[in-house]
Structure formats: C-alpha cells, structure tokens
C-alpha cells in the first residue's frame, strides 16, 4: 500500500514561486517532469506549462516565462502580426487576435516557447511558436 500512496501522492506535488505563483506536477516521462500553472497574460488568465525536475521548473524557462509576461505587448504584436498572415492566406477577413481568439496558454516546452489561442467560432487552437522573441510560425489543431 506504501507504493500506491507514494506514486498517487507524487502527482499532487507543487511548487511555488513569488513571481509566477503555484505549479502543479502534471506529468513525469522519465526525469522530465512538466508543471502547469497560471498567470495573468493579455488580460487573460491563462495555462502555463514549464518542463523541469521533480523538484524544480528549469532556470531557463522561467526566466523565459518572464521575460513573455514583461512584455507582453511586444508579444501580443507579434502574434497579431503572424495570426494575421494566417487568415489572409485563408482569404478570411481578419482584426486582432483579440477579435477572433481567447489567449489560452503559454507553454516552453523543450525550450520552444509558443503562445496558444483558441478560435471564438471553431475552438480551433493556433499556436504562434517563437524563437526568442520572433514569431516564426503557426500551428493549429483543431
């Protein structure tokens, strides 16, 4: 019984941060360990998702995290720049991402920084994916 306890237990496992608040572990492969939390980002509370260890989020994508929620601004530009490009290729008229989308999440995962959003009319996901702080691309899933 001590087993299932420790393993069951060790999904509940959270850290706290004083300028990111709490994360929460919420999947372990191998020794890669990805924690979710939340913030305030584009007056939106949205997901976070960090890689890091059992017992600490990686130094890199905190400091990455951030960097994003500082400016945010910036950020919200660039992904209404590169959101923009997507619905013109579709021949779909297009305003802000702000008209279109709610801002859903920001994941680092591996090190790949993106910024998803959720389409108001189809619940289609568009994640703008970021090298540093240059939106180089579009994923969407629906």
Not at 14 to 28: D, N, P
Not at 110 to 118: A, G, L, Q, V
Request: negative net charge; hydrophobic residues 35%; glycine residues 6%.
């Amino acid at each position: 019984m001590g087993f299932f306890n420790k393993l069951f237990d060790s999904k509940n496992q959270e850290l706290y941060y004083e300028q990111l608040g709490v994360f929460k572990k919420i999947r372990k492969n191998g020794s890669l360990v990805i924690w979710e939390g939340t913030a305030q980002f584009l007056n939106e509370a949205v997901s976070i998702f960090l890689n890091g260890t059992e017992t600490d989020i990686d130094e890199s994508q905190k400091k990455e995290l951030l960097n994003i929620l500082k400016y945010s601004s910036m950020y919200s530009e660039k992904c209404n720049e590169i959101l923009k490009v997507e619905f013109e290729n579709a021949d779909k008229s297009y305003s802000t991402w702000a008209g279109h989308f709610d801002c859903i999440a920001i994941s680092i995962l591996n090190n790949e920084p993106s910024i998803s959003f959720e389409e108001k009319e189809t619940q289609y996901h568009f994640n703008v994916i970021f090298e540093g702080d240059i939106a180089v691309g579009v994923a969407i899933d629906s």
